[in-house]
């Protein structure tokens, strides 16, 4: 213990969702075997446990290089893919190891089945976002998306729409653009489809981060749910400082004998947060 004497708590529900770790069994398994393993996109949002699975033989691919690819395993992360990269694997002789979360997976079925039956649809999430990519392919792309009530503004809609959201978003803006939509007249079938591991840590995190001092949130900066956790721990306790890694803390963020927690995003591994815990305790 530093002379700081700083008491660090870490949130025991904060880190991997079970979409997570299944996604990163599943690599960890081949990767033990065959010593190498592609993986279409990052199989995390977090730079650090991408390193780690990297030093272990995963092999990170986008779209372009998977066309060029012929005879090889390739995982396919949480966040699902397209209707086009199954097609594609298939022509290629490509072996998908498929880690789609089932939670994903069951709403890309959703979504498939409004389009069959001609609904209008509109997906509240991220553009380019690689699980929103997947939803709006089983549209043929006709899903319109939008991360912004704004976007909708001047755009001419039928009557009848049915709103789908991205897993990660945040509930409380899902629920704000559901009311919006309403309040503009549409007839409207909304689908609150947020996971409920993220939305379960959107209601427990205020309890855990009004209890100390100061909050470190540890997460990838290109996690979606670490966005939205992040904003939730900072509106209840205002000393949340954001971080990626453990150099990026600084001593003088924290005063001596202050009780800090320590929460995380669905992605981050619960090894870095007991980094982030060990570095404060040597202040
Ligand atoms: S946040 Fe939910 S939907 Fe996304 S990978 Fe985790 S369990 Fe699956």
């Known amino acids: 213990m530093g002379d700081y004497q700083l008491k660090v708590t870490i949130d025991q529900d904060s880190g991997f969702c079970f979409g997570v770790v299944y996604a990163i ?17 990052d199989i995390v949002h977090n730079d650090e446990e991408v390193e780690r699975l990297k030093a272990k033989g995963l092999r990170i691919i986008d779209h372009e290089d998977l066309k060029n690819l012929r ?24 072996t998908l190891i498929d880690a789609s979360c089932p939670v994903v997976l069951k709403l890309q079925n959703r979504i498939k089945n409004s389009h069959d039956a001609n609904e209008k649809i509109l997906i509240f999430g991220k553009h380019g976002h690689a699980e929103v990519v997947g939803l709006q392919g089983q549209t043929n792309n006709e ?32 629920y704000h653009v559901k009311d919006q939509l309403l309040e503009r007249g549409y007839d409207l079938k909304a689908n609150d489809t947020i996971c409920r591991q993220v939305s379960n840590r959107d209601q427990d995190l205020p309890k855990f981060v ?10 990838g900066r290109k996690s979606s749910n670490g966005k939205v956790l ?54």
């Not at 069994?25 to 996109?41: K, P, S, T, V, W």
């Not at 966040?79 to 290629?92: F, I, V």
Request: aromatic share 10%.
């Open 25 to 41: 069994d599943m690599a960890e398994e081949i990767l033990a075997e065959d010593g190498y393993l592609y993986c279409l996109g």
């Open 71 to 94: 005879n090889e395993k390739v995982l396919i992360r949480a966040h699902g893919e397209a209707p086009d990269t199954y097609r594609m694997a298939l022509e290629n002789n490509i």
């Open 143 to 174: 899903a319109l998306v939008f991360q912004d009530i704004a976007e909708l503004d001047g755009v001419e809609l039928p009557h009848n729409i049915t709103l789908y959201s991205q897993t990660t978003k945040s509930m409380e803006k899902f």
């Open 210 to 219: 009004s209890k100390f001092d100061k909050i470190v949130f540890v997460s």
């Open 230 to 283: 992040f904003e939730v721990c900072r509106k209840h306790n205002p000393n949340t400082y954001f971080v990626s890694a453990t150099n990026e803390l600084e001593k003088s963020m924290f005063a001596a004998g202050d009780k800090i927690g320590i929460a995380g995003a669905t992605s981050t591994p619960m090894w870095l947060m007991q980094q982030v815990k060990a570095e404060l305790e040597s202040y």
